[in-house]
């Protein structure tokens, strides 16, 4: 059982649509991040949310923290080509070890 | 930008055979991770160093993986035997700070192995 779910698994859109992925868990944490991945490369981070109803934007990008701490979305904007990867969510509950989840798969198609 | 550096980038080998990857993480950074990332799935730590010691292996499997980070900087994990159920992306990060799991970790670009 995965420590954080997320969803969908894959998602594929057409360039210049919105998409919204999401990071759910039963446990609380202290902080989430979220990574992007591109195939044969590892994942690269692109922002910590640490404050419950923390909103933060990258971007076309903003990332939600839930009130509770326990999930999180990323949403999108006008996707391009680049945004394409794997998008990864992870987060250390109880300062425990950094858990990811299994990801969701972007393709934005041109 | 500093980096991670990891090398190969991709090795094949046979099963049963021994294989050995090599993670040089970001100059000055006290904590160094080894995970494995299957296809279709997000990493999953398999051991875990603070400096040259190894905080958390809970993950490895002894009887055919090791890992070591001698001096505290640069670090090798090694396969021996391989076996298919090894193929895998095998990702090095580290983090600057020393303690706590929460540390924002900068990972390399993986090796990316297959067992024949």
């Known amino acids: 059982t995965q420590l954080l779910e997320q969803s969908p698994q894959f998602l594929s859109i057409q360039e210049g649509e919105n998409l919204t992925v999401y990071c759910n868990s039963s446990?609380?944490?202290?902080?989430l991040q979220w990574y992007r991945q591109e195939p044969g490369e590892g994942p690269v981070l692109l922002v910590t949310?640490?404050?419950?109803?923390e909103v933060k934007k990258l971007k076309r990008l903003t990332f939600q923290f839930g009130d509770a701490r326990k999930d999180s979305s990323l949403h999108i904007t006008a996707a391009q080509p680049g945004d394409t990867g794997l998008y990864l969510c992870?987060?250390?509950?109880?300062?425990?070890?950094?858990?990811f989840g299994a990801g969701t798969t972007v393709t934005v198609r041109a | 930008e500093a980096e991670v550096a990891q090398s190969p980038r991709y090795k094949i080998t046979e099963k049963s055979q021994a294989v050995a990857f090599w993670c040089d993480p970001i100059?000055?950074?006290?904590?160094l991770y080894w995970y494995r990332q299957i296809l279709g799935q997000g990493p999953e730590l398999l051991v875990q160093?603070?400096?040259?010691?190894?905080?958390?292996d809970s993950q490895l499997p002894k009887d055919r993986f090791s890992a070591e980070r001698l001096k505290g900087v640069d670090s090798t994990l090694k396969i021996q035997p391989a076996e298919l159920g090894d193929s895998a992306m095998y990702l090095c990060?580290?983090?600057?700070?020393?303690?706590?799991?929460?540390?924002?970790?900068?990972f390399g670009p993986g090796t990316r192995l297959l067992v024949l």
């Open positions: 990060a580290s983090s600057l700070a020393r303690q706590g799991y929460g540390q924002t970790q900068y």
């Open positions: 949310v640490v404050t419950g109803g």
């Open positions: 446990s609380v944490f202290s902080s």
């Open positions: 160093f603070q400096d040259e010691s190894v905080v958390d």
């Open positions: 992870a987060g250390a509950p109880n300062d425990y070890k950094l858990s």
């Open positions: 100059s000055g950074h006290a904590t």
